[in-house]
């Protein structure tokens, strides 16, 4: 799928981004002021912010979405892992999946403002100063985060990839779900059509996504279950196409 950019996608994300942006100040000084409430409330507030994302990105950018096998999401917390194309799935993920946290780096605490909101969401945080190596502070920190109701959510490829690219998956999902006990469920997508990695131009479409059934290891070897993943993910990649 090829984009051409023309006058009114330039409008229509100016506009999109010119509305998001107007709204962080009012989600900074929630960061503030949700910190005393428990942390499924202040997930609940701070994540009002991806429901208005999203409103823009369907009204103004002119993005919609489809998602097929949200009844393959278990009750109990788990692992969702799936494809990184672009901005789009970290905001609207939040819209119709249950409660979940993000892994990232400590320091990104300390960024003014946006590192308030992140840490009021319950992130899972990486210290690389500390000794121990960042999946045993992840184990931890998740089996903490499982206990409160949130999920986890990764994405194996490590960044965002290109549409029609395929990259290998590393073992983090993998080592993760075999030390907390739990299953990984699998979602792919094709928003990088929409709204590419590295762009601010929204061309309109429909993003479509799909969430699969639980997948458990078949033994306690990670590299086959990693694979499992992996190979789930790109055939749906591949039936998805554009």
Known sequence: MKHKLN???????LIFWALSFA???????LAVLVIPLAPKIRHRIIMTAPIYFTFLLKYVGGIKYTVRGLENVPSSPAIFAGNHQSA?????????LPPCVWIMKKEVFNIPFYGWAVRALSTIAIDRKKGEN???QVISQGKQRFGLGFWIIMFPEGTRIKPKLRKPFKHGVAKLAL??????????HNAGY?????SIWLYP?????????PIYPD???IAPFTKKIENWIHHELDEMGS
């Open 205 to 213: 479409g429909c993003v479509s996504v799909v969430v699969g059934a």
């Open 194 to 198: 929409f709204l590419p990695r590295n």
């Open 23 to 29: 709204v962080l100040p009012l989600y900074v000084i």
């Open 179 to 188: 030390s907390l006990d739990v299953p990984v469920v699998p979602f792919a």
């Open 7 to 13: 006058l009114s996608i330039i409008l229509r994300s």
């Open 88 to 96: 789009w799935e970290t905001v609207v993920l939040n819209c119709f």
């Open 134 to 136: 960042s999946m045993t």
């Open 219 to 221: 033994d306690k070897e």
